[in-house]
């Protein structure tokens, strides 16, 4: 029998054995599992994955078996079984460790998984050229080419993965003017200071709920930095089994937020938040970075929850769109901050808000999940846009860009008339009709 290429979930069952053996096999995960709802297929729960994960660790199973690479594959890594599991099994550390294993397993010449290596380690480990790759990306969306293209049709000849994914860069396009400058004030030397993530993605397509975010802050009285160079979370890295790049990554983010006064580490997605605190873990075994990486994680807050650390500014009426919000699986299961995002729009004078059903669902996001399982992908958001549908909402509100993008591409695509944005983003707004930004200045 093949040997476990690393050793990597061998290591993490021997350091989670007793939290791996406390799954009895209850099943109560199951139903709070979307792939398991869509499939029916045991391997496709966290009980039927976490067995072959056991079988890969205890030698087995082969760790190049078509069962460990599929099921483990078509994992959303949601982390919605830990809230369920009554026994406290820390799934999203095995699920990592497991996608390690099947990285290092995987045939070379597969071409999906060569783009996919390429990428992650030529490009998104690399500022410069992540920073050009999102340049180029923007240029091409503010053009109005991936509008155009999705309005010929002419991608789905090609296929529909490519069509879903012009659409998801369709989908980050602001549809609204927003303002351009940060209010008075900003410089006051007594003002409480914290320190802002800006993401990858979220700067490099969602410029906009950052400057929104930076403004939210200022109104409510706190100093903000962003520092210069902090990079990738690290996120796609660990999600893709490359761990090794993902702590590589974490040592540079470690550096450049580190301080010695203990501010507040904000950011405004749920996936980035939810790896920023995940640091501790992933460097644990790191002599030189382990005390670091925890004091590191300890200060990281979604901006829902630095907004709950005092009143927040009330904000005015908006209009009179109904809003519903869809809650980020990574600010849910990961930061436990889903609740502090929706209470963003608490702020708002006047909402129209209506709840919708399966808010605690995952939309089938999941990083680049959407482009590795598209059917799989697909039938979850189906369940996702026909619950937002029953809602008649205009607006949808969620706390992460990826889930932003997903949402509002198949939106897109179903021609559903939903607006999908982060809740930060109407809280600037009605701040802005407030008058809260009435003497600002050019920032």
Same mark, same amino acid.
């Given at each position: 029998?093949t040997?476990?290429?690393?050793?990597?979930?061998?290591?993490?069952f021997?350091?989670?054995?007793?939290?791996?053996l406390?799954?009895v096999?209850?099943?109560?995960?199951?139903?709070?599992?979307?792939?398991?709802?869509?499939?029916?297929?045991?391997?496709?729960?966290?009980?039927?994955?976490?067995?072959? !994960?056991?079988?890969?660790?205890?030698?087995?199973?082969e760790?190049?078996s078509?069962?460990?690479?599929?099921?483990?594959?078509?994992?959303?890594?949601?982390?919605?079984?830990?809230?369920?599991?009554p026994?406290?099994?820390?799934?999203?550390?095995?699920?990592?460790?497991?996608?390690?294993?099947?990285?290092?397993?995987?045939?070379?010449?597969?071409?999906?998984?060569?783009v996919?290596?390429?990428a992650?380690?030529?490009?998104?480990?690399?500022?410069?050229?992540?920073?050009?790759? %999102?340049?180029?990306? &923007?240029? %091409? &969306?503010?053009?109005?080419?991936p509008r155009?293209?999705l309005?010929?049709?002419?991608?789905?000849?090609?296929?529909?993965?490519?069509? %879903?994914? !012009?659409?998801?860069?369709?989908?980050?396009?602001?549809?609204?003017?927003?303002?351009?400058?940060?209010?008075?004030?900003?410089?006051?030397?007594?003002?409480?200071?914290?320190?802002? %993530? !800006?993401?990858?993605?979220?700067?490099?397509?969602?410029?906009?709920?950052?400057?929104?975010?930076q403004?939210?802050?200022?109104?409510?009285?706190?100093?903000? +930095?962003?520092?210069t160079?902090?990079?990738c979370?690290?996120?796609?890295?660990?999600h893709?089994?490359?761990?090794?790049?993902?702590?590589?990554?974490?040592?540079?983010?470690i550096?450049?937020?580190?301080?010695?006064?203990?501010?507040t580490?904000?950011?405004n997605?749920?996936?980035?938040?939810?790896?920023?605190?995940?640091?501790?873990?992933?460097?644990?075994?790191?002599?030189?970075?382990?005390?670091?990486?925890? +004091?590191?994680?300890?200060?990281?807050?979604?901006?829902?929850?630095?907004?709950?650390?005092?009143?927040?500014?009330?904000?005015s009426e908006?209009?009179?769109e109904?809003?519903t919000?869809?809650?980020?699986?990574?600010?849910?299961y990961?930061?436990?901050?889903?609740?502090?995002?929706? +209470?963003?729009?608490?702020?708002?004078?006047?909402?129209?808000?209506?709840?919708?059903?399966?808010?605690?669902?995952?939309?089938?996001?999941?990083?680049?999940?959407?482009?590795m399982?598209p059917?799989?992908?697909?039938?979850?958001?189906?369940?996702?846009?026909?619950?937002?549908?029953a809602?008649?909402?205009?607006?949808?509100?969620?706390?992460?860009?990826?889930?932003?993008?997903?949402i509002?591409?198949g939106?897109?695509?179903?021609?559903?008339?939903?607006?999908?944005?982060?809740?930060?983003?109407?809280?600037?707004?009605?701040?802005?009709?407030?008058?809260?930004?009435?003497n600002?200045?050019?920032?």
């Amino acid at each position: 029998m093949t040997p476990l290429a690393s050793g990597n979930l061998q290591a993490t069952f021997a350091l989670a054995e007793q939290k791996l053996l406390a799954c009895v096999h209850c099943g109560l995960c199951l139903e709070a599992c979307p792939t398991y709802v869509i499939t029916g297929n045991e391997n496709d729960g966290p009980r039927g994955r976490i067995y072959l !994960m056991r079988s890969v660790a205890e030698g087995r199973l082969e760790n190049t078996s078509s069962a460990f690479s599929k099921h483990i594959g078509r994992c959303l890594g949601c982390r919605a079984c830990e809230q369920a599991c009554p026994a406290g099994v820390e799934y999203g550390q095995l699920l990592e460790a497991s996608r390690e294993e099947l990285n290092s397993a995987q045939p070379k010449n597969d071409l999906t998984n060569r783009v996919l290596r390429f990428a992650l380690k030529h490009v998104w480990l690399s500022k410069p050229r992540l920073t050009l790759f %999102f340049t180029l990306s &923007r240029l %091409f &969306r503010d053009l109005g080419l991936p509008r155009l293209l999705l309005k010929t049709r002419v991608l789905r000849l090609v296929s529909e993965r490519a069509e %879903f994914a !012009m659409a998801l860069l369709e989908s980050s396009r602001p549809v609204k003017n927003e303002p351009n400058f940060l209010p008075a004030g900003q410089t006051d030397p007594d003002a409480p200071r914290v320190l802002m %993530f !800006m993401g990858c993605v979220g700067e490099g397509l969602f410029a906009r709920v950052n400057r929104a975010t930076q403004r939210v802050l200022h109104a409510n009285g706190y100093s903000v +930095e962003a520092p210069t160079d902090q990079v990738c979370c690290g996120a796609l890295h660990a999600h893709a089994g490359d761990l090794e790049g993902a702590r590589n990554l974490a040592r540079k983010n470690i550096a450049a937020l580190e301080n010695t006064n203990g501010e507040t580490i904000v950011t405004n997605a749920g996936g980035c938040g939810a790896m920023l605190e995940s640091y501790g873990h992933l460097l644990a075994n790191d002599a030189a970075w382990s005390a670091r990486a925890l +004091e590191f994680s300890a200060r990281v807050k979604d901006i829902g929850q630095k907004l709950k650390d005092k009143v927040a500014a009330q904000g005015s009426e908006i209009g009179s769109e109904v809003i519903t919000y869809d809650s980020s699986c990574h600010l849910l299961y990961g930061q436990h901050a889903a609740d502090a995002s929706r +209470e963003i729009l608490q702020q708002i004078s006047g909402l129209r808000f209506v709840a919708l059903e399966g808010s605690e669902r995952c939309c089938g996001a999941a990083g680049i999940y959407n482009l590795m399982q598209p059917e799989l992908s697909g039938e979850v958001l189906r369940e996702k846009l026909k619950n937002v549908a029953a809602t008649n909402a205009d607006v949808l509100a969620t706390g992460n860009p990826g889930c932003q993008m997903h949402i509002g591409a198949g939106a897109k695509l179903a021609g559903m008339k939903v607006r999908v944005c982060h809740p930060v983003e109407l809280l600037d707004e009605s701040y802005e009709r407030a008058g809260l930004y009435a003497n600002g200045e050019g920032s």
